[in-house]
Every structure is written in C-alpha cells, then in structure tokens.
C-alpha cells in the first residue's frame, strides 16, 4: 500500500494539470475548464499535494493556486478541502466505487451569498498508474463557515448542499421537538455514526469501523412524521434520546447490519 501511496505523489509531481488546457506558470486558473460532470484526460501535478485520506479513499488536495494573503482565524485552503471532502462522501456515493482515487485541486477565490469561498474541481481516477485518465466530476466551493456548494450545470449557479458536520450543529432548539438536534458524531462498540445535512426531513448518515476508520454503511435517513427522534433508512433506523446525547441503531436479528446494533454515544 505504501508503494502505491509513493507512486501516486510521484505522478503528482511529476506532471501538469491538462484538461482541455492547463495551468500556467504564474498560477492562473482561468483556463481550467469548470462545470459539472464532464470527462476527459486530467493529468494532475507539478503543484504541492497533500493526502487527506487513505483509510478506505485515496483523496488529495492539490494547490494550484498561490492564495495571497494569511487567512487568519478563518480555515485554509486545506482545511476547506478536508470539509469538501467529507461532503463528496456524504452526498457523492456513487462516484465513490467509481474511482480509486480523488483530488481536490484548489483553483480562485470567490463570493458566494456575499461571503467568501476557496473553489475546487474534483477529479477521479480509475487507475494509480501513471498515464491514467481521469475524470473531472464536479466543481465545489466550501465559504469559512463551512458550507458546501456545487456547481449547477444548467444554470451555472452554485447551490448549497449543507453545512460541514460540526458547524451550526447547535443551533437547533432542544425544546423544539419539531427540530431536534441530530448533527453530530456517536461512538458505538466498534463503529461510530456521523451524521449531518440534517433539514428537518431527514439527513445523511455514515457509519464507520473505529478500527480502520473504513465506511461500512452509509446512506439518507428519512424522519418519521409522527416522531422526529426516529428515523428510517430500507430495514434499519435510528432513536434520538431525549437529551440529544445518544442514538439507537435499530435492525433486526435477520438484518445484514445487525451487528451494528446498539446505543452510540455523542462525542461531538
């Protein structure tokens, strides 16, 4: 695994960002091309590169850009791509048993509802070989609160899909049973449930071995109408305590996620 690790930062290194054109020398992005779900040759290199995940995912962050300026107290580049990230898993599954590999290539700055964003294109690769072809899947935009936005092929718009878990989480009201608090991180025996893009319907879930950190299930959780602490997802479900503190993950004896089954607590 660590040779093929080393073979793919080789690759980065080694090449130049070409899909349809490339970057040039002074870090001007304009030429690359952007909008959602195309395809074609991207060879990715040349610019400093980061691992972000390794464990089940092979992602990078790739900086293309020099950004001027010191961000402060606001997350860097790197830190939105990790949050960008997390919402490609979230929201892209799909993609995710498509590619072997992913990069996060920072390309501007922008505004976005008035508020600052660092915009990304996300690619994909089949292979880690050098000479691979890969795909550009979508471009994204993260602002400093952490909220992810794609781009809209059709319109050409960006729209939000969410805020990052961890932000905002808290603003529910606890004694608004219409709106409970289930944004956050529970850890189990064995597993942890992340759960987030909560929008008082449903919301997204992923469940992942703490040994590994690999994803084992994950899927959107549709609330029940009678109840907003419960929530269902095929043959499986969930229980929000009281308190907000904890959930239960409800299957069956028969269910093949029965071994998932028990109470997890908040640590988040």
Not at 92 to 102: E, G, H, R, T, W
Not at 213 to 225: H, I, Q, S, Y
Not at 230 to 255: K, P, R, T, W
């Amino acid at each position: 695994m660590k040779k093929i690790i080393l073979t793919v930062l080789a690759v980065l290194l080694a090449i130049s960002i070409t899909a349809c054109s490339s970057v040039n020398d002074s870090g001007d992005t304009s030429s690359i091309t952007s909008g959602a779900s195309r395809s074609g040759a991207l060879k990715i290199g040349g610019f400093p590169t980061t691992e972000i995940e390794s464990k089940g995912y092979h992602a990078y962050y790739v900086e293309a850009v020099n950004l001027e300026g010191d961000p402060g107290e606001n997350p860097t580049a790197l830190d939105s791509a990790k949050t960008a990230w997390k919402a490609v898993k979230q929201s892209m599954s799909d993609i995710l048993s498509a590619y072997k590999n992913f990069y996060i290539i920072l390309r501007e700055m922008t505004t976005i509802d008035n508020q600052d964003c660092y915009v990304y294109m996300l690619s994909g690769g089949s292979e880690y070989e050098t000479g691979d072809d890969y795909s550009i899947l979508d471009d994204l935009a993260v602002n400093y609160s952490g909220t992810v936005y794609w781009l809209l092929d059709e319109s050409g718009e960006w729209s939000a899909i969410g805020e990052a878990p961890g932000d905002n989480k808290n603003n529910t009201d606890a004694d608004d049973t219409n709106s409970p608090n289930w944004w956050g991180t529970f850890k189990g025996d064995g597993f942890s449930i992340e759960i987030s893009n909560f929008n008082g319907t449903g919301f997204r879930f992923n469940i992942s071995n703490l040994r590994n950190g690999e994803t084992v299930f994950d899927g959107t959780a549709a609330l029940d109408p009678e109840n907003s602490q419960m929530a269902e997802y095929a043959q499986i479900g969930f229980y929000l305590y009281d308190d907000f503190n904890a959930v239960d993950f409800l299957a069956s004896e028969s269910s093949e996620w029965e071994h998932l089954r028990g109470k997890y607590e908040r640590i988040d």
